[in-house]
């Protein structure tokens, strides 16, 4: 049984006035926490995400003080008592735009069921709802800037030349076991054709790629463009190291982990479309690989096969598929204006740099020169 003294302890502490609640108390901010911020809810316990709401909050206080200071006192005749069903369920005074979103927090009976099955938490009741007003605040925050950078990302993404093809590019695949992709640099093949392809229903989608570098950073750029929409199921696969789990759906794996899942499991059956990027690059895997896949397709009639690349021998790899339809995709080409200096040695390396700025209005200036040795020996 606790002591009277620490009875009137927890009874003061309950007791604060506004102006005497430390928020910023380390013990104060964990009981909040352990209410708001548990593993099964939307910010999750010991997330970024916490750390962020603090800072928030702290930016949220100080606008609060401001605004409370600039503001002048309303008058007693103007101000309107809510009503009595208002205070008993809890609910703002004013409707605030911020409660349309389309998440939950705690409401005031869940808190009071909580600190029931816990013990008292205690924080006053008065300042669990200023506290719950403040994280509404901050995720109507959140979700306009995710909404925000979501819609940028469409605009870009929509710019790409490959989005011009994606219904052509679908009809390929559904009619066609496989389907050749002949895209300039540039153009979004890497990124954009696995999350058309997962969109389009197709699940189990593995892109393979020569280099782990590139497993990775594809792998970070398709998260990043659905703003991790897909949650874990984007991956990747690289020796030594991975991030695919049960549910993933698209993994980026290099050829030889793929070579090495082909010795397991002949037929592949974890996968329905195989997507090989950067097929020109002539090496041992990506040569045996192929075969490999040509040998499988027969037995597996419900296998796609894609095969990508900027600089590949189109008509080669079409004939050694039987004839597999082709899909050429144009880069995007900016235009470029090239000027030769008449006596480059004669001017200085700022003169010729300044000459080449004032050609190329609006744009970047790539100087080019002779080797170190040239430049040396030159009379």
Aim: aromatic share 8%; proline share 6%.
């Amino acid at each position: 049984m606790p002591s009277e003294k620490e009875s009137r302890s927890r009874r003061r502490e309950r007791d604060l006035s506004p102006s005497q609640w430390d928020w910023d108390c380390p013990t104060t901010r964990r009981r909040l926490e352990e209410l708001y911020f548990r593993e099964q809810d939307y910010i999750g316990a010991g997330s970024e995400d916490v750390r962020n709401f603090w800072a928030f909050f702290e930016r949220l206080r100080r606008f609060q003080s401001w605004r409370t200071e600039s503001e002048p006192t309303p008058s007693c005749h103007n101000q309107a008592e809510p009503p009595a069903i208002a205070h008993r369920l809890d609910l703002p005074r004013q409707y605030d735009p911020r409660y349309r979103i389309n998440l939950s927090v705690l409401s005031a009976d869940m808190e009071g069921a909580i600190r029931g099955r816990r013990g008292d938490s205690g924080v006053p009741q008065e300042r669990l709802s200023e506290f719950r007003a403040a994280l509404l605040h901050y995720l109507d925050f959140t979700q306009k800037q995710s909404f925000a950078k979501l819609a940028k990302l469409q605009r870009e993404r929509a710019a790409l030349p490959i989005s011009q093809y994606r219904d052509q590019l679908l009809r390929a695949v559904a009619q066609n076991q496989v389907v050749v992709i002949a895209g300039d640099t540039g153009c979004g093949k890497s990124t954009q054709v696995p999350q058309f392809l997962l969109a389009a229903g197709y699940s189990h989608v593995a892109c393979t790629q020569p280099r782990r570098i590139a497993c990775i950073s594809l792998a970070k750029r398709v998260g990043f463009e659905s703003l991790h929409q897909y949650g874990n199921k984007v991956g990747y696969q690289i020796c030594f190291e991975s991030t695919r789990l049960p549910a993933t759906k698209i993994v980026f794996l290099t050829e030889g982990l793929l070579l090495r899942q082909v010795q397991r499991e002949p037929t592949l059956p974890g996968y329905h479309v195989l997507i090989t990027d950067e097929v020109h690059e002539w090496h041992l895997h990506s040569n045996f690989l192929l075969g490999v896949l040509r040998q499988l397709l027969p037995a597996r009639p419900d296998l796609k096969l894609v095969l990508m690349s900027a600089t590949m021998n189109i008509c080669l790899f079409s004939g050694y598929f039987g004839g597999a339809p082709v899909l050429q995709v144009p880069g995007r080409i900016s235009p470029i204006l090239v000027r030769t200096e008449g006596d480059f040695w004669d001017e200085s390396w700022h003169g010729a740099g300044a000459s080449l700025s004032l050609c190329l209005s609006g744009g970047n200036v790539l100087p080019v020169s002779a080797p170190a040795g040239h430049l040396s020996t030159h009379p």
